[in-house]
């Protein structure tokens, strides 16, 4: 008695490579999209606080203003930059408690650094945000015989916008979360020259 043989024919193992081809297209096609949708967006993050806030300007956002950075238990603010007219300095004195965080998001939205209230030194927090160029600048004008006492932190585009965020423990501790975020200043670096600052 013949066995009888179960294999897929010739014209059924023509079909695997199409069925594989078409899930590597449609895998490809998926991940193309969830990188290019944000940089194809009208109404992107950086259009909708550039429609709020002016560059180098801490503003506080709308309570319930949506998106994904939206939390009732949180003050939320944000500082547009333009690094196209000098580095930016973030200066902040900050308390041991409640939370704070900050994050550096680039003009298509993505976070090129974040830290918490957590980073201050003695409570003092200063941060300068760059360019390459700009950073060679300054690194070009330090004492040589002193460290740096600021964060510098190059940004991947000229472009983009940090967001505070403050927590407030209790609904009646929501204006003093967003006093704390008011308290920031945010804006064009004094500290350089105005040829410096256009490099």
């Given amino acids: 008695m013949k066995r009888r043989d179960h294999r897929l024919d010739d014209g059924g193992y023509f079909f695997l490579p199409i069925f594989a081809g078409c899930l590597i297209v449609a895998g490809l096609v998926h991940i193309a999209t969830i990188f290019l949708l944000p940089r194809l967006a009208e109404k992107d993050a950086f259009a909708r606080i550039s429609a709020i806030a002016e560059p180098h300007k801490v503003v506080l956002l709308p309570d319930g203003a949506g998106g994904p950075f939206d939390d009732p238990a949180l003050a939320q603010g ?7 007219q000098g580095p930016l300095r973030l200066r902040a004195t900050l308390a041991p408690d409640p939370l704070m965080l900050f994050s550096f998001h680039a003009r298509h939205g993505q976070i090129f650094y974040s830290m918490t209230d957590r980073s201050a030194t003695r409570g003092k927090l ?74």
């Fill in 78 to 84: 944000v500082c547009r930059f333009d690094l196209a």
């Fill in 126 to 199: 200063d941060v300068l945000l760059l360019t390459r160029e700009q950073l060679n600048v300054v690194e070009a004008s330090d004492p040589e015989d002193e460290l740096p006492q600021d964060l510098r932190i190059i940004a991947p585009t000229l472009e983009g916008f940090l967001l505070f965020r403050a927590l407030a423990e209790f609904p009646g501790e929501m204006g003093d979360a967003k006093a704390r975020i008011q308290s920031l200043t945010c804006g064009l670096d004094r500290d350089q020259s105005p040829e410096q600052a256009r490099r």
